[in-house]
């Protein structure tokens, strides 16, 4: 026999049948009973009501559908919950490797190894900030775009796959996009050539409309703050992130990094030359 305090209850089908059990005047149940009502099939006595102790019961059917209900909306949420979960995962990867963070990461050391301190971590900021308002307006603008020129999501798939390939093999044969002195002199580069076009670049933009069109605005737009707020935090510690991986090992990962690159370019193409031939 269960009695348990309703103050504070479990997310979970058993405890929430209890809790709402609690709701509609029922406080104590034997637990094979809410187990059979959390598979909406329920043992019944002589008089076809629910078994509980102590001689409560859920006598009328009114009960019995509120409770089988509230069971389903709870498994529905936790379905849509895991669903959403495993979008925001997928987008928050594949958006990962298209950003590049460790390709980044030396070019921010040897741009900024003339500031001091104090202007490292505004540089940070800059990229952070810049980064996101990039980032933001895409995820929003992006579709709209192609809609207002009449471009196919297929389309756009194929010809974004091959950018995509382009720029991962620049990735894995190591040819990077050089800044100019000047803006190291200026302390210009946060903005430009850190925060676009290295991070928030051709490959993100197009990767961001393409996730878009698959799981919508909110997955991508999380995935893509969840990364820059990782960047903002590897870039503040860039050395010691630097010193840890080391010059070997950031070339390793980025050049594995560039191998899924390539990789995602020929399904997005694949995927594309599917929607165009459907």
């Avoid at 430009?192 to 909110?218: D, E, K, R, S, W």
């Amino acid at each position: 026999m269960i009695s348990r305090s309703f103050e504070n209850p479990r997310e979970s089908s058993f405890w929430g049948v209890l809790y709402w059990g609690k709701r509609f005047g029922v406080t104590r149940f034997t637990r094979s009973s809410v187990h059979c009502a959390a598979k909406t099939t329920a043992t019944n006595n002589s008089n076809g009501d629910l078994k509980l102790s102590g001689g409560l019961g859920l006598g009328n059917s009114r009960s019995k559908m509120v409770i089988t209900f509230l069971i389903c909306v709870e498994l529905s949420m936790l379905s849509l919950f895991y669903s959403m979960f495993d979008e925001f995962t997928s987008a928050f990867f594949k958006l990962f490797v298209m950003m590049d963070l460790m390709g980044a990461l030396p070019m921010f050391l040897l741009l900024s190894e003339r500031l001091s301190r104090k202007e490292q971590a505004k540089a940070v900021n800059e990229v952070f900030i810049v980064g996101c308002a990039l980032f933001t307006l895409f995820v929003f603008a992006g579709i709209e775009v192609l809609n207002y020129f009449g471009i196919s999501l297929g389309s756009f798939q194929v010809a974004g796959g091959l950018i995509l390939f382009t720029l991962g093999l620049r990735i894995i044969l190591g040819l990077r996009i050089q800044a100019q002195e000047s803006h190291v002199k200026k302390y210009q580069f946060a903005a430009v050539p850190l925060a676009t076009p290295l991070i928030i670049g051709p490959g993100t933009i197009t990767m961001v409309i393409i996730l878009v069109g698959q799981y919508g605005y909110g997955p991508v737009l999380v995935a893509g703050i969840f990364n820059l707020c990782f960047l903002w935090i590897v870039f503040k510690n860039a050395l010691k992130v630097y010193r840890f991986v080391g010059h070997q090992g950031v070339e390793i990962i980025s050049r594995l990094m560039g191998i899924i690159f390539t990789a995602l370019a020929v399904e997005f193409v694949r995927e594309g030359l599917g929607k165009l031939m459907a």
